[in-house]
């Protein structure tokens, strides 16, 4: 199975939609992890849009890269331009790529401009994510 780590700056919004889409969509091809160089909490408006998905990540916390140490990943994706400035060699054969998506929670205005900001992202993210990383399982199930 292709695991996969997601890294931004605070672990709170995209890295933790990304995993929640890949483990749900992916299930059973790529098994997904996230991480944050500064890890905060995870965002109650990145839980709230997932659930319109039908994906739970409330029970997702906000992971530093020490809390992963031991586990080997096949790829690393920096969903932030910070992570990818701030991103660590990784051991082995682990490939680095970045794939950078604005940041809701930055997002300001209203709450329904600042929702859409979060449902945006959530939908870029799986739009962008889940092609590349279906292709990617394929390749390493290959013999």
């Given at each position: 199975?292709?695991?996969?780590?997601?890294?931004?700056?605070?672990?709170?919004?995209?890295?933790?939609?990304?995993?929640?889409?890949?483990?749900?969509?992916?299930?059973?091809?790529?098994?997904?992890?996230?991480?944050?160089?500064?890890?905060?909490?995870?965002?109650?408006?990145?839980?709230?849009?997932?659930?319109?998905?039908?994906?739970?990540?409330?029970?997702?916390?906000?992971?530093?890269l020490?809390?992963?140490?031991?586990?080997?990943?096949?790829?690393?994706?920096?969903?932030?331009?910070?992570?990818?400035?701030?991103?660590?060699?990784?051991?082995?054969e682990?490939?680095?790529?970045?794939?950078?998506?604005?940041?809701p929670?930055?997002?300001?205005?209203?709450?329904?401009?600042?929702?859409?900001?979060?449902?945006?992202?959530?939908d870029?993210?799986?739009?962008?994510?889940?092609?590349?990383?279906?292709?990617?399982?394929?390749?390493?199930?290959?013999?």
């Amino acid at each position: 199975m292709l695991k996969v780590l997601f890294l931004c700056t605070e672990n709170a919004c995209r890295s933790q939609m990304a995993e929640g889409l890949v483990n749900h969509d992916l299930a059973g091809q790529v098994q997904a992890w996230s991480a944050g160089v500064r890890p905060s909490r995870v965002n109650p408006r990145a839980i709230q849009v997932m659930a319109e998905l039908g994906i739970d990540i409330s029970h997702h916390r906000s992971k530093s890269l020490d809390d992963l140490a031991g586990e080997q990943f096949d790829l690393v994706i920096t969903v932030c331009d910070r992570a990818q400035q701030q991103c660590p060699i990784f051991p082995g054969e682990t490939e680095v790529r970045h794939a950078g998506f604005p940041d809701p929670g930055k997002a300001t205005g209203t709450e329904a401009e600042v929702m859409a900001a979060f449902r945006q992202v959530r939908d870029a993210l799986r739009a962008e994510l889940i092609p590349l990383l279906r292709e990617r399982a394929k390749a390493h199930q290959a013999p």
